[in-house]
């Protein structure tokens, strides 16, 4: 797939979805502005940056010569000017409204006229994002699943003003970087959270309920539907806590039963219990391995 | 532990020629006895007296505050739709039912090489209960066109490591399954996450599959 776009910008490049994205544009020939606001968090990621690179050439994936060849694309910044040069800039900042409408801004103002804005929202209006932009024509959604050097699927959506160009380009771009686009309105959680939040709330009421417990809902979806993980091993994968934010950001704009936080939740997150980081949620974590509760 | 079935008609957890139903015994030699089909007679003598469940709770066929029950557990191997039926068996017990009786129906099934998970018995047990409501909120974002079948299908099985999507999934096991399934839980719900969706609706209606 050819593409226009050779310098892309990735900002909250120092967060683990920034930095993901931030390789799969490397490594697929584009130079690449890792933008984010300290120095140090950046200097982390190179390091582990570097890492996954060396682990490709470990593992035969790669030559040393290529390795060094994509990490020579990576550029890292904390001046927001740096990324003027950039054809496509991708926001993987903290997910609040605010914060990246303001960034759209600044780089509205930083950047040229015909440059693609990309947000990696998960669950914010792209719409209600755009609109701290002076040209929403050129923002487009763009979410990527966790962890973009691995998953393959990205999110796209337009929001109401996008141009049908823009989101051409951002398309093409994705498949140049061997990703695989799906197109979904701009609408709360887009697919992919818009199925799984409620689910996931689903099986914390049914422990409420008292239908089963954790271990024997996990057995169940996983036996019976063939799935990897249950979904209360996936909500301690990725905190509890993440969960309940998830939850605060669902419902009061789709004010759907489903999608309001479960008092479960609420009190174990209040009790420390975040899942696999803090050791415990609805299973207990002793190193890497897990017991049922 | 052996087992005697006592049958009527076809069996949604065991489809004729099903491996399982060789095993059945005598009656009278039986430890536990499974009724599919059929209406469970209470037997305080056996291990444990299985039913088979379909959308109903076992609390139709006994009544949980009845001492004759406490050996009385419900039971519905998961099947999607018309695919083959899974190994997992949804074992459900009432407040009543003895730790013993469990285990002798875990026995059983476990035996058989089925995965068994325990549930209290409430409609749609584990799975319908999660997974309805599921592929209701699929077939209504196809309907509002927030993404094509294959889009949405597509982002569940990158995304999250599904081997199948939920448009494919339910209809591949038949919408008008789907209707009758998600009717009867929406209608001891109420709840609008259980109410059939257009496509279910209109599949039912057509006598579809």
């Known amino acids: 797939m050819s593409t226009a776009i050779k310098t892309v910008g990735v900002c909250g490049a120092a967060g683990t979805m920034g930095a993901g994205i931030a390789i799969v544009a490397a490594r697929s020939g584009f130079n690449v502005v890792c933008y984010d606001t300290a120095e140090a968090p950046l200097a982390k990621t190179v390091k582990q940056t570097e890492g996954f690179f060396q682990k490709s050439v470990e593992r035969g994936k790669m030559t040393e010569a290529d390795r060094d060849a994509v990490l020579a694309r990576f550029e890292r910044t904390t001046d927001i000017v740096r990324l003027a040069a950039c054809d496509l800039v991708i926001e993987a900042v903290f997910e609040n409204l605010e914060v990246k409408r303001n960034l759209l801004a600044q780089l509205a103002a930083v950047c040229r006229p015909d440059t693609i804005f990309g947000s990696n929202t998960s669950t914010l209006s792209i719409t209600e994002i755009a609109s701290g932009c002076p040209h929403p024509e050129r923002v487009v959604g763009m979410h990527f699943c966790l962890p973009a050097q691995l998953m393959k699927l990205v999110e796209m959506s337009p929001g109401i003003l996008t141009s049908d160009a823009v989101f051409k380009a951002a398309w093409d771009w ?120 | 532990m052996r087992y005697a079935i006592q049958k009527k008609g076809d069996s949604r957890s065991f489809p004729p020629g099903d491996i399982f139903l060789a095993g059945t015994v005598a009656a009278d030699d039986a430890d536990v006895a499974l009724y599919l089909g059929l209406p469970p007679v209470a037997d305080l003598r056996k291990k444990a007296v299985l039913v088979e469940l379909t959308t109903e709770c076992l609390a139709e066929h006994v009544d949980e505050a009845d001492a004759a029950s406490t050996n009385v557990l419900g039971f519905a191997r998961y099947r999607n739709g018309e695919d083959a039926p899974s190994k997992l068996v949804e074992l459900v017990r009432l407040p009543v039912t003895e730790a013993a009786a469990v285990d002798a129906a875990k026995a059983v099934f476990e035996a058989a090489g089925f995965t068994v998970v325990v549930c209290a018995d409430q409609p749609g047990r584990i799975l319908d209960r999660l997974l309805r409501p599921k592929y209701n909120a699929a077939l209504r974002f196809l309907d509002e066109g927030l993404a094509t079948a294959q889009d949405m299908d597509t982002t569940c099985k990158l995304g999250l490591g599904y081997p199948d999507g939920p448009i494919e999934r339910v209809t591949r096991g038949g919408l008008r399954h789907h209707h009758d399934v998600t009717r009867a839980l929406f209608e001891t719900y109420g709840t609008a996450a259980y109410a059939p969706p257009r496509l279910a609706v209109a599949a039912a209606k057509r006598g579809a599959r």
């Not at chain 1, 539907?225 to 806590?241: A, F, T, V």
């Not at chain 1, 605060?248 to 039963?257: R, S, V, W």
């Not at chain 1, 309001?260 to 009790?271: Q, S, T």
Request: hydrophobic share 45%; with cysteine.
């Open chain 1, 174 to 293: 994705t498949l140049a970087c061997g990703q695989i686009p799906v197109q979904t309105q701009d609408k709360p959680g887009f697919i992919l959270n818009a199925l799984l939040v409620p689910f996931n709330n689903d099986a914390i009421r049914a422990i409420e309920a008292g239908v089963a417990d954790a271990k024997g809902i996990d057995t169940a979806i996983k036996v019976g539907l063939g799935y990897k993980m249950g979904p209360l091993e996936l909500i301690d994968l990725i905190g509890l806590d993440t969960q309940v934010r998830l939850c605060e950001a669902f419902y009061p704009i789709t004010l759907d039963p489903r999608a309001a936080c479960p008092p479960l939740l609420r009190r174990m997150v209040a009790a420390g219990l975040l899942g696999r980081k803090s050791g415990r949620g609805f299973y207990t974590y002793d190193g890497n391995a897990m017991f049922g509760a």
